[in-house]
């Protein structure tokens, strides 16, 4: 490689779950190579490793066909930006983080230009759109996914593929011991904890913290020693979350930048839909799953995907081992019948986490970042005489 020129990396991540991965790998990158400038689109941990951040996403950090619409024109605009630091940057490489759509269209740019890319996680192609592969496989150099099975999908097509492990099993790891946790949380031993994870996106908290303090209250009716907790998430601000909590009948203690100290600490979780599930999984906490979407979007959802299952738990699995709450099912009534449930048969709450415990061994022993940042590497190595 030439050393006239330090190795240019772009990253494009898109959400809170991107960001974070671009930045462990990028700090992994530069344990190898420590000249290394990364550049492009991101949020706060990967300002904090190092990557110039050219343009915010978390004013793009959305989900859903109602959302994407009404935010169109600055997802376009990014798109756009970022096109144009690619022709002006030349970039030894680009590092697509999930954020499928608006990453597709950015890695066919940058293969028309003669960049390399490298895509981070897959998009759910076992899920609908299997089709997509061939296209990926167009526009990428390799596609480096997080499941061990999807790398099946790649390989049936020819597509270069590498699993590199799940980013969160690294990262799933409680600070302190859960009777430390306990104490530092104020929270009695003698009675049940339960969580409520409404999500990490303002349109789930609107959509489904509503719902978890109704259930919340109905469990407290029958079972007046609960108490319940709630780790906030960084992207969500104090304001919203206070607007909801102000207004509950029971008593939320809310704990900020220590979700797994808090997820340990719970008997049973109400989670909505998304990475979050997996953590819990990982640290075997009996949970319930529920999810609302815009009405579009659900429709749109039921017609395309073709997988029985929502949370990734169930997914790895291949089987239902959570129980699940999509749209108009996602109701307190719900919840709380679940939660009671998990409480009040040991057998079934067992049976649960003896799964999950399967889910966890099934997902390996991490090293996400180190493989992804050894994977950029191989590609960069080429890139140069």
Not at 72 to 90: C, D, G, H, P
């Amino acid at each position: 490689m030439s050393q006239h020129k330090p190795l240019t990396i772009a990253f494009s991540a898109g959400e809170a779950s991107g960001d974070q991965h671009a930045a462990n790998m990028f700090l992994e990158m530069k344990k190898h190579r420590p000249d290394i400038k990364g550049i492009g689109m991101g949020a706060a941990k990967m300002a904090e490793a190092g990557i110039d951040i050219r343009y915010d996403s978390a004013a793009i950090a959305v989900i859903g066909v109602v959302e994407v619409i009404r935010h169109y024109r600055e997802i376009r605009r990014a798109l756009t930006l970022m096109q144009q630091l690619l022709v002006a940057e030349k970039p030894d490489l680009l590092v697509c983080v999930d954020y499928k759509e608006f990453n597709f269209k950015l890695a066919g740019f940058a293969k028309n230009r003669g960049i390399k890319v490298l895509f981070y996680v897959s998009p759910q192609v076992w899920a609908w759109r299997a089709g997509r592969v061939k296209q990926y496989g167009r526009v990428i150099d390799m596609m480096a996914v997080i499941f061990p099975f999807e790398t099946a999908y790649y390989e049936a097509e020819n597509v270069p593929v590498r699993y590199v492990g799940h980013p969160s099993v690294d990262k799933v790891h409680p600070r302190y011991s859960k009777t430390e946790d306990l104490a530092r949380f104020e929270l009695d031993n003698r009675n049940p904890v339960i969580g409520l994870l409404p999500g990490s996106r303002v349109n789930e908290i609107k959509r489904m913290l509503p719902v978890m303090l109704a259930a919340a209250e109905k469990l407290q009716a029958g079972l007046p020693g609960l108490q319940f907790i709630l780790p906030q998430a960084a992207s969500i601000a104090d304001d919203l979350l206070e607007a909801y909590l102000q207004q509950a009948a029971v008593k939320i203690t809310v704990i900020k930048n220590q979700p797994y100290d808090v997820m340990q600490c719970c008997n049973a979780v109400m989670t909505t839909s998304g990475t979050a599930t997996l953590e819990i999984a990982l640290l075997t906490v009996p949970m319930v799953i529920a999810y609302k979407l815009a009405p579009i979007t659900y429709r749109l959802g039921r017609w395309l995907v073709k997988t029985p299952f929502i949370g990734l738990p169930n997914i790895v699995a291949g089987k239902s081992i959570v129980k699940e709450f999509i749209q108009h099912e996602a109701t307190a009534e719900n919840l709380a019948a679940e939660i009671r449930h998990i409480l009040a048969d040991d057998a079934y709450a067992d049976d649960m986490k003896a799964n999950l415990n399967r889910v966890k061994c099934a997902l390996g022993q991490g090293g996400a970042s180190k493989n992804m940042a050894e994977l950029a590497l191989e590609l960069l190595s080429t890139c140069r005489a």
